[in-house]
């Protein structure tokens, strides 16, 4: 059986583990799921990104270069040389890095930093998914939050609904939900949003966000 094809049953399943054991033996597991986040089910593709942190933390107790070599090259996907081919790089480099923030610290501030690295004419297709990144990174982002914190926040007002659901998830992440206080109104902003959390994509909206992140 494909390789790929082995893979995307074992995502269909949330079977992690097996993805990670599969990881240690076959490195080409790596790259096969990050080419799986383009897969045509979006919750394949989510759940291909949130396995490549597993399957990298598995694979870093042995050859941790081989994995700073996949970020590298998740890096250089997001570039202009590259054509921006690989629109959920930032999900998938923040996944890793998670997993292994101290091996891995200098792309914990690469990731954090995509928000005002990638340039604008390019930002459109990635902005999204450098909140998202930063707000899986979480308490890990630290005081690299403070430098973007203007560019999160200007998100707030992006005139797509998925940018700013994502922003309000991101600040409520990171703890700085007080900044949502004086924006009632993202409160009745009823903007669709499709979020990743917890194994599933879940179909929720700007309004519905805030309210979390304020009440937490």
Do not use: N
Request: glycine share 8%.
């Amino acid at each position: 059986m494909p390789l790929k094809t082995t893979l995307r049953g074992l995502l269909e399943e949330r079977h992690f583990g097996q993805i990670a054991d599969l990881a240690a033996e076959r490195r080409r597991v790596l790259p096969s799921l990050v080419s799986l986040t383009f897969d045509a089910d979006p919750q394949i593709g989510w759940r291909a990104i949130e396995a490549l942190g597993v399957a990298a933390q598995r694979v870093a107790q042995d050859d941790p270069e081989f994995v700073r070599e996949q970020l590298r090259r998740l890096y250089w996907l997001i570039s202009e040389e590259s054509g921006g081919i690989c629109w959920h790089a930032p999900e998938a480099m923040a996944e890793i890095v998670r997993h292994e923030p101290s091996l891995f610290a200098d792309y914990l501030s690469i990731a954090v930093h995509l928000i005002t690295s990638i340039e604008e004419e390019d930002l459109e297709h990635f902005r999204a998914g450098t909140l998202w990144a930063i707000g899986r990174l979480g308490p890990l982002a630290g005081d690299h939050v403070d430098s973007v914190h203007g560019a999160v926040t200007a998100a707030l007002d992006d005139p797509d609904p998925q940018v700013r659901g994502t922003a309000v998830w991101c600040l409520g992440r990171v703890g700085q939900a007080s900044t949502l206080t004086d924006r009632s109104d993202l409160l009745s902003d009823d903007g669709a949003v499709a979020l990743y959390i917890d194994g599933s994509l879940e179909r929720t909206s700007v309004a519905e966000l805030a309210r979390r992140a304020l009440s937490a």
